[in-house]
């Protein structure tokens, strides 16, 4: 085993049945607001195009499709055009919004050669699958910068790519050898599905669904707030102990994947229709770090009737400068150097 992997070569996968395995991908799902989830686009589009002229078409959901019929007539967007400004997201956009996909990619031909060249090219001997997908993820990023690979909409432009040792680090913080991480989603006053990844060494050696857990939690109560330790405790019987658990109602924890609004986990912590325990000390951070977000815009809010703006903004701007100053290298997103919350609200959008 490398001693980099984020799972080790003997992981073991236990406790899913098919319904806790799907519930849990769709707690990922994208998101869109209620009146728009039974129309919204699904799916998407790949193009591969050359000198203009469209070559391949491929839908993620219905297949393959016919060149000659992606551009409407009444759309003024074409093969060519699109060949000459493949950076203008507009035209790319178009064309996924005509055939119903909500994201759509284009690229030369011979485009994925170019990426397998330049993987094989940069990989090393002992490059474990986090480094792999960090040199992959930066070789995409080179070729969309080129003008090689274009994609609509750019969710994840401006966030920086983390290197292995910043994520392996962060791990560190909030899950130490021999302790478990551990999700629970609760739905009608039982157990909807959970999530167990237990470390050992430096990676994780077992990946565990709710399955395993059922029969030792015993009766429940119906109240998911009470319920909660009846789940954690039985990790920690079965697996080992917690060191980050987060429980919630499955519906409070998909509106919060996408709230933009500064403070929104850290009210829901608060209140409790969230339970973060334990806490790891830079999971408390973060969250103080968001209620501080949201505090400062409420006091630049109420500030701007009292004091002349280009004042209140220099005071409040000073204040938070401090502020993250002295969370630097300790808050989680500090150590990534991007908001992880931000990218999930990014992909999770619609």
Sequence with gaps: ML?????????????????????????????????????????????????????????????????????????????R??????EDPAALGAIARAHRASWAISMHLGSLDEVMERLGARLRRGDDLTAQALVLVGILREMIAEGAIHTWPQRLRGFPVPTP??????????CADGRAIALGMFDGGGLWTAFVARRRGFAFDVIAGPEELRASMGLLSGDWRRDYRH????????????????????????????????GAWSRAVTVRDVIVAPMPPAVRLALGVDGVRYALRGLRVL??????????????????????????GKDIAAQLGFDPMAVLRALLER
């Design 3 to 79: 001693a980099s992997d984020v799972l080790t070569a003997d992981v073991r996968f236990e406790g899913w049945t098919t319904e806790d395995w799907t519930r849990f991908l769709r707690l990922w799902q994208p998101r869109a607001k209620p009146e728009r989830e039974p129309t919204r686009p699904r799916g998407g589009l790949v193009l591969v195009h050359e000198d203009g002229v469209l070559l391949k078409v491929l839908h993620t959901h219905r297949g393959r499709i016919d060149p000659a019929s992606v551009f409407p007539a009444d759309e003024p967007w074409n093969a």
């Design 231 to 262: 789940v954690a405790a039985a990790v920690e019987a079965r697996y080992a102990p917690l060191g980050l658990g987060c429980f919630a109602e499955v519906e409070t924890f998909r509106a919060l994947q996408t709230d933009p609004n500064p």
């Design 81 to 86: 055009a699109l060949a000459r400004r493949p």
């Design 165 to 174: 040792h910043v994520i392996h680090r962060t791990i560190n913080t909030v």
């Design 303 to 328: 500030a701007e009737r009292i004091v002349p703006l280009a004042m209140t903004g220099a005071i409040l701007d000073a204040a938070r400068t401090r502020v993250m100053a002295r969370v630097a």
